[in-house]
């Protein structure tokens, strides 16, 4: 498998172009190493705010309740990957989407796959785990929605970034059919995704106290930046969490739901979307912001690919990269070694 | 247009007219008048209930035995490649037309049953993927890129 620590890192030469290419902003703050992806950090500098670190991203399971799915196995394999991965990473973040139809036993077959992680894992929603019960089950086995926490000098935040406003009172909708029109990706009656007031006033509180140099990583389900509307692939008070976090040196924001490799960079924060273990969706028909960030077309012949986990490595710098970890040959040369951040 | 001038005027003419009209009908092609507007109208309704039929199917986990639908992989029809076809199919070691394709896709990816290519379901579906690419040039045989379907503001993606 691709969990081993390449013996080969990528080339100055071919990390400095593909840094080109990702823009001046990201050159800025990337230029100092020459290496990228998954690698073992050297031991932290002297006075360093990072004690260097790693830590895995699996997503958008979409666990069927159905004996024996395929989709099982796809996410137990995720998790030993992520078992097999050297250094192991400190925590796993799972960030939404671990069943599909809402059902609390699809929730229960995901949290009993998830716990033969041996690391710990730290969990938020997505729309498919929500709306058949509002939250109900989801927030029983897992705890609340948003959380914080401090990790060898980075300041972790997620946010549950699927709510939308009501749409079914008016309509007259069961519960089932709620869920239904969020299951759907071009589920257009249902309307766009927020974190919503709530939510940004913990935010802002949560970041409050903290220094302007402070490392902050954020994660949510949905990307904190406008994509596809069409497909929710966006927050839509993204630009008000982006505002709050204004403050600090460097953000970097890792999402899920869009099933694929996507990247940007929007002020001091740089995006990452995650590869599922469910299914790859297609790009959608914009211009991607970077587009050497891009995944291969995936063979549907394979059900494997297009699929994986991802890996974070970050440095003394707070700097560092991160590498998919595709079960199938997935990803063009230009972010085979990953993506630095 | 002269057809149908010819046609009303021999309506009010005499026998012996008749006789050379009913020649002229015999030897004449394309005599149909164009659409008016209300039957297009009709026409276009009729189209759009297909879609709206395929839409359905499309996002139906029913075609499946394994909760999967089409929509799961393509949403608003994207990537479906519907202009793509015919080609070369290398599931299937054949040059195929999209309702092959569709047929693989649930057999496979949604273990399920394949639809008469010919039944009014395929013919929905079929509807579907290709007007979420209305305006695509059409490219028999690509093979390599993936497609997105039309950029959709709001709505289902039609009319």
């Known amino acids: 498998m691709t969990n081993e620590i390449p013996e080969k890192q990528l080339s100055r030469r071919d990390f400095l172009s593909f840094t080109a290419k990702l823009g001046a902003a990201s050159l800025v703050a990337t230029a100092v190493s020459p290496v990228v992806g998954l690698v073992n950090v050297a031991q932290a500098a002297p006075g360093s705010k990072v004690t260097p670190f790693n830590f895995a991203i699996i997503s958008d399971a979409h666990l069927y309740d159905i004996p024996g799915h395929k989709f099982d196995g796809i996410l137990e394999k995720a998790v030993e990957d992520v078992n097999k991965m050297r250094p192991a990473p400190d925590f796993v973040f799972f960030l939404g989407d671990l069943g599909q139809t809402g059902k609390r036993s699809e929730l229960e077959k995901g949290k009993r796959i998830l716990s033969k992680l041996k690391m710990p894992l730290k969990i938020i929603p997505g729309e498919h785990d929500w709306y058949l019960d509002m939250g109900a089950a989801w927030q029983d086995m897992f705890g609340t929605a948003h959380w914080s926490f401090d990790h060898k000098g980075v300041h972790f935040a997620a946010m549950n970034s699927i709510l939308v406003r009501d749409f079914w009172t008016v309509k007259k909708l069961s519960p089932v059919e709620r869920m239904g029109y969020m299951e759907e990706l071009e589920g257009h009656e249902a309307g766009l995704w927020g974190v919503r007031e709530q939510q940004l006033d913990w935010l802002e509180k949560d970041v409050n106290k903290l220094a302007s140099n402070m490392p902050v990583v954020v994660l949510t389900h949905s990307p904190l930046w406008d994509y596809y509307p069409r497909w929710n692939f966006q927050t839509e008070d993204a630009p008000q969490i982006r505002a709050i976090l204004s403050k600090f040196d460097k953000v970097m924001s890792f999402h899920g739901h869009v099933h694929q490799v996507v990247y940007n960079k929007i002020g001091n924060m740089s995006s990452l979307g995650s590869l599922a273990t469910s299914w790859p969706w297609p790009y959608p028909p914009v211009q991607l912001p970077f587009p050497d960030a891009k995944m291969n077309r995936s063979d549907p012949a394979n059900f494997l690919d297009g699929l994986g986990t991802q890996v974070v490595d970050l440095n003394a710098e707070f700097a560092g990269g991160l590498k998919y970890e595709p079960f199938a040959d997935l990803m063009p040369p230009a972010i085979k070694n990953g993506i630095k951040l | ?159």
């Not at chain 2, 040059?95 to 569709?102: C, E, K, Y």
């Open chain 2, 1 to 159: 247009m002269i057809k149908v001038k010819t046609h009303r005027f021999i309506a009010s003419a005499g026998v012996a007219v008749i006789v050379a009209t009913a020649f002229l009908q015999t030897t004449s092609v394309s005599a149909r008048e164009p659409f008016t507007q209300a039957e297009l109208a009709q026409q276009y309704a009729e189209l759009q209930k297909m879609v709206k039929m395929g839409d359905d199917l499309w996002h139906s986990g029913k075609l499946g035995t394994n909760g999967l639908a089409c929509g799961n992989c393509h949403p608003d029809g994207a990537a479906s490649n519907a202009h793509t076809y015919p080609k070369w199919q290398a599931q299937l070691g054949a040059v195929s037309p999209l309702r092959d394709m569709i047929n693989w896709c649930i057999e496979v990816p949604l273990a399920g049953k394949a639809l008469a290519p010919s039944s009014k379901e395929m013919q929905a579906m079929e509807a579907y993927a290709t007007y979420m690419h209305r305006g695509f040039t059409l490219m028999p045989g690509e093979a390599t890129m993936q497609h997105p379907s039309v950029a959709v503001k709001a709505g289902p993606g039609y009319p």
